[in-house]
């Protein structure tokens, strides 16, 4: 699959490049997906010849599987940024600048902790939650299963804080995409905090793991566009009162 992958971001790049003026937003975004595809490759060959497979559970494997996560979101955002810039609606060779970094960092460190998280789940597996819980306060468990209790923590921190961010947005009708995307936002928020309290409760199946990460990447992807547009907003898009209406 990552062959299939990294062919199709190549077309994508060699397609970017004749579709699209020099300067362009998409060719640009296009490149930085290259770049990222490729270093996806490499970080995901360094957890082989490391060794950081199967049942290692070094912390070398956690800084590999951490890198190797980061690199996945800044893929994700180039590819979805590089169709965002190449839609109608975006913007065609403005520069695009990130304000407001606070829920995107809050996105990955809950993410990253959610794959700490999970290698802990998949190499020491919990019978029952009670056992699950008094692993994670022994002091002879393993390191993962003790880092286990931050994730839940970040989770609901940074829930609130995208809820909060988005709900702003949201309420302040600006552009009909912004209004979209945060509502989209919102609604991704409270599925991942439902989805992630059942992997708790049902002793976090491999399924559910992976529509968890599913969802996380969802909204990263979300957060991302929604960042994207705020800091592309012209105030002359606003909605009017009859749109806002028609909006409800």
């Known amino acids: 699959m990552s062959g299939v992958a990294l062919i199709a971001v190549a077309s994508q790049f060699a397609w970017a490049r004749t579709a699209f003026p020099r300067g362009h937003a998409a060719r640009l975004w296009a490149a930085w997906s290259l770049v990222f595809i490729l270093t996806e490759a490499l970080l995901g060959a360094s957890l082989v010849l490391l060794g950081h497979v199967a049942a290692d559970n070094s912390v070398g494997r956690v800084y590999s599987l951490s890198a190797h996560l980061m690199n996945t979101f800044a893929l994700l ?5 590089m169709a965002w810039s ?5 913007p065609r060779t403005r520069t695009l600048t990130f304000t407001g970094w606070a829920p995107l960092l809050a996105i990955v460190a809950v993410a990253v902790s959610g794959a700490i998280t999970a290698l802990g789940d998949t190499l ?5 939650l009670a056992e699950g819980l008094r692993d994670d306060f022994a002091s002879t468990a393993n390191f993962l299963i003790r880092l286990r209790v931050i994730h839940p923590l970040l989770a609901v921190a940074a829930a609130c804080l995208l809820a909060l961010w988005a709900g702003r947005e ?7 995409h912004l209004r979209w995307l945060a509502g989209t936002l919102l609604a991704l928020v409270a599925s991942q905090i439902m989805v992630g309290a059942g992997n708790i409760l049902l002793k976090a199946p491999l399924a559910m793991q992976l529509f968890h990460l599913l969802l996380a990447d969802a909204v990263w992807v979300t957060a991302v566009l929604l960042t994207a547009e705020r800091n592309t907003a012209t105030p002359d898009t606003r909605l009017t009162p009859d749109e806002a209406r028609m909006e409800d």
């Open 77 to 81: 955002a180039s590819l979805a940024l």
């Open 86 to 90: 190449s839609s109608m609606g975006s």
């Open 124 to 128: 020491f597996p919990a019978h029952t």
């Open 170 to 176: 949201f309420a302040a009708r600006r552009t009909h």
